[in-house]
């Protein structure tokens, strides 16, 4: 990926354990996309999208602590430079 500006094999990886667990969520499958979001944060834990994302999926299960903390992780993550497109 020469053209990428991807900063790591490890961000490379946690994007692609990202990416599965987002397919998780759209089949409803609560447990698999947590490993793989769980999996995506272990491999970079700065992978600011990752966190938002377990937060999305703990919010939408009424997971409101957990939520909490992944947002708060998915914000110190983020910089200078906050996204809203991570809500």
């Avoid at 490890?10 to 698999?32: C, F, H, P, T, Y």
Wanted: glycine share 6%.
């Amino acid at each position: 990926l020469p053209a990428c500006n991807l900063q790591s094999a490890a961000r490379v990886d946690s994007i692609r354990r990202l990416n599965e667990g987002i397919g998780q969520m759209k089949k409803n499958n609560v447990a698999g996309a947590e490993k793989a979001l769980k999996e995506a944060i272990q491999l970079d834990p700065t992978h600011a999208v990752a966190h938002a994302t377990l937060g999305k999926l703990y919010r939408k299960n009424g997971k409101w602590a957990d939520a909490e903390k992944a947002f708060k992780d998915a914000m110190a993550s983020m910089g200078e430079q906050p996204d809203a497109e991570y809500a």
